[in-house]
């Protein structure tokens, strides 16, 4: 017997019983969970089950398929919130030091960040960035300097709206590929 009171064979039935509901939450969930992939959501809902089924009280008037269903969305969603507060982060941080930047070399340098471990974020900013047009590295480093977007345009002969378009565009695709 595990901490959740079930033995295999209870496991087996209620897994036959349930899981293609938990598959069909999970499915919902997999975009906005991109940490987890479905196989992982899966087994997080059986999870669920389980604690669901020594937490089930028939008296309260509620089916437990009922019970079961508010309970994986409930852990689904806030799964999906943990997700949303990592890439928020992420993009925080991205944002961040792309805008302070000083100069190209040193973009992304970030010694205090835990999510990427030996310089890996700044490996991967500086890598993307030799990626871009030349244009948009320009457009980025001379923000970084302080310009406006309209001081920009009128030096590379484009409206302010369009450098504007074009910074955000760049950026996102070095998030893109922090995410």
Not at 130 to 145: G, L, N, T, V, Y
């Given at each position: 017997?595990?901490?959740?009171?079930?033995?295999?064979?209870?496991?087996?039935?209620?897994v036959?019983?349930?899981?293609?509901?938990?598959?069909?939450?999970?499915?919902?969930?997999?975009?906005?969970?991109?940490?987890?992939?479905?196989?992982?959501?899966?087994?997080?809902?059986?999870m669920?089950?389980?604690?669901?089924?020594?937490?089930?009280?028939?008296?309260?008037?509620?089916?437990?398929?009922?019970?079961?269903?508010?309970?994986?969305?409930?852990?689904?969603?806030?799964?999906?919130?943990?997700?949303?507060r990592?890439?928020?982060?992420?993009?925080?941080?991205?944002?961040?030091?792309?805008?302070?930047?000083?100069?190209?070399?040193s973009?992304?340098?970030?010694?205090?960040?835990?999510?990427?471990?030996?310089?890996?974020?700044?490996?991967i900013?500086?890598?993307?960035?030799?990626?871009?047009?030349?244009?948009?590295?320009?457009?980025?480093?001379?923000?970084s300097?302080?310009?406006?977007?309209?001081?920009?345009?009128?030096?590379?002969?484009?409206?302010?709206?369009?450098?504007?378009?074009?910074?955000?565009?760049?950026?996102?695709?070095?998030?893109r590929?922090?995410?």
């Amino acid at each position: 017997m595990d901490k959740f009171d079930c033995s295999d064979e209870e496991y087996s039935v209620l897994v036959e019983k349930y899981g293609r509901m938990i598959g069909s939450i999970a499915k919902k969930y997999v975009n906005s969970c991109r940490e987890h992939d479905f196989k992982d959501l899966v087994q997080e809902g059986e999870m669920v089950m389980l604690k669901a089924k020594r937490m089930y009280n028939p008296n309260k008037g509620a089916k437990f398929i009922t019970y079961l269903h508010t309970a994986v969305r409930r852990r689904f969603n806030k799964i999906s919130d943990e997700a949303r507060r990592v890439r928020d982060t992420k993009d925080k941080i991205v944002n961040d030091h792309i805008e302070q930047d000083q100069g190209l070399s040193s973009l992304g340098k970030i010694d205090s960040c835990k999510l990427f471990k030996n310089g890996e974020l700044r490996s991967i900013i500086d890598e993307e960035l030799a990626k871009i047009p030349e244009i948009d590295r320009k457009i980025i480093k001379m923000r970084s300097e302080g310009r406006t977007y309209s001081e920009i345009g009128k030096l590379l002969n484009f409206s302010g709206e369009y450098i504007k378009i074009r910074q955000n565009n760049a950026i996102e695709k070095i998030k893109r590929k922090l995410l």
